[in-house]
């Protein structure tokens, strides 16, 4: 036994200095990981500003697409793969909205935290959009992907990034904390404050066109019914046959306004519009903030401005 005991002890000793050398190497790597803010991307300008409000100035917020752009039918570009390669955190809406993440994420090798900002909601599926007789459907999804259209959902989309931001910085946690539930006081005001606004429309009018069906969400939690020219997604074509029912519908049900989106092409809801003898609304901003100075660079000005537009619109004789 005795003629081991060098040896046994240059193994322990070599094990001692390993444990030294990587824990001093990691202290030195996490150090250099703090220096630097969190690198976080998001998949659409709506995320991005939500999680804008629960960091504040602790992280860098990147949105993939950006302002007035459809994320429906968003193609990748080779800067977004190196975006996504120096980031540790990825946040998305899920529920089948960015249909194109999951080849990013492959393409980047992305490794960091991934974040479903909507897990935990109740979810509307896209197949009862079907019961809507006037469109044609043909969502890819199982889901209808437009949760944030009703504030409730979007206090949870909070909770969710908050809690994987606690995890992830804990040095800021207490910051998140907080921010977060400065944002879900104002939340809740906005929520109050959207059902005092449809309350003062006559209940008989409470129905609009819009282009697509991006609305249902809000449809459910604030009672207000859009008709809509295209499907969940934004690539269903719009047959005619669907459109003239549509605008059949119009004139039977006495529905006046017709509204454009941010990301659509206003040419077919223009078009109905006329033949419906109906008129055309201040636009609606639906899967994308506006560019700075068009009224809805955050998500609570975004549905703010929505809100108004439809009162406007909906109070039309
Ligand atoms: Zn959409």
């Not at 390993?18 to 709506?46: D, K, M, Y």
């Not at 302002?67 to 990748?76: G, I, K, L, R, T």
Request: hydrophobic share 40%; proline share 3%; net charge negative.
């Amino acid at each position: 036994m005795e003629e081991y005991m060098p040896f046994l002890l240059l193994i322990v000793w070599e094990l001692i200095m390993r444990h030294f050398i990587f824990g001093v190497l990691s202290c030195l790597l996490i150090n250099s990981a703090w220096a630097e803010p969190l690198q976080i991307v998001t998949t659409f300008s709506l995320l991005q500003d939500i999680t804008q409000r629960i960091t504040q100035d602790k992280a860098k917020v990147y949105t993939l697409v950006g302002a007035n752009e459809d994320a429906h039918v968003y193609e990748p570009k080779p800067v977004d793969i190196k975006l996504l390669k120096q980031s540790q955190v990825v946040i998305v809406n899920g529920l089948g909205f960015e249909g194109w993440m999951e080849r990013l994420v492959q393409s980047a090798q992305y490794k960091g935290v991934l974040v479903t900002a909507s897990e935990g909601i109740k979810t509307l599926s896209s197949e009862d959009a079907d019961e809507h007789e006037h469109q044609e459907h043909h969502a890819h999804g199982k889901f209808d992907p437009h949760a944030w259209q009703n504030v409730a959902n979007v206090q949870q989309y909070v909770r969710n990034i908050k809690n994987a931001l606690v995890k992830i910085d804990s040095v800021n946690a207490a910051e998140y904390e907080r921010n977060a539930e400065a944002y879900i006081q104002e939340l809740q005001n906005l929520d109050q404050w959207i059902q005092q606004q449809i309350a003062a429309v006559p209940v008989e009018k409470r129905k609009v066109v819009s282009s697509h069906d991006a609305f249902r969400y809000f449809e459910q939690a604030y009672g207000v019914q859009f008709l809509a020219a295209q499907g969940v997604n934004t690539e269903s074509q719009s047959s005619a046959k669907n459109i003239a029912k549509l605008i059949q519908q119009m004139r039977q049900e006495k529905i006046k306004t017709v509204f454009v989106e941010n990301i659509s092409d206003p040419r077919l809801v223009s078009r109905i519009a006329k033949e419906a003898n109906g008129v055309l609304g201040e636009p609606l901003f639906s899967d994308a903030l506006s560019k700075k100075g068009e009224g809805a660079e955050t998500y609570i000005e975004l549905m703010k401005s929505n809100v108004l537009h439809l009162k406007k619109g909906m109070l039309i004789d």
